[in-house]
């Protein structure tokens, strides 16, 4: 695996926060992958799951279930009072799920928000989560045990969070 890794911070005060990065990827196999060590079929089709062997031909395959390039970017900012929101966004390349890329998670992106209240001890969250109610998708397994099933992310919601400290 070879790759590129980017991040910056800006904090110019204790109230804004600004944040973002950047990876980028080549996850190949070479000469492989092993026998047994991963379950596609070339041939996709959902009433033919993939195999539980591995007899495809060594070659240099993308590694499954990883996308080229990934990147994040939010920004938080808290006023003095312990109000704050923030907002952030996710987004990802296209990604294979099998071995031969038949089977892909197109390039997706996902947008979040949120409001808050922090003390020294309590802090009361609202998150928007999923904002544009993209149709996101994620493989329901890793891509080493046949990863060519999805289902869809979550539509947009919202979640409530209340922390404590003792």
Known sequence: ???LELEAVYQP???????????Y???????GPLPGSIQTTPAFSPSSPSGNFGAYPAGDYRVPGLPRWLAN???SYTHASGFGASVGLNTQGE??????????IPAQQTWNAGVFYKTKR???????????DEFNWRATSTPFA????VTRELPFHVQGVIKYTF
């Not at 005060?13 to 990876?23: D, H, Q, V, W």
């Not at 046949?146 to 099933?149: K, M, R, T």
């Open 1 to 3: 695996m070879q790759g």
């Open 13 to 23: 005060n204790r109230s804004f926060n600004a944040g973002a990065n950047f990876t």
């Open 25 to 31: 990827s080549e996850a190949n196999f070479v000469n």
């Open 73 to 75: 970017a939010y920004a």
């Open 95 to 104: 990604q294979n799920l099998d071995l031969f890329g038949v089977v892909k």
């Open 122 to 132: 309590l802090e009361l969250r609202l998150d928007f989560l999923n904002l544009a």
């Open 146 to 149: 046949g990863a060519d099933l």
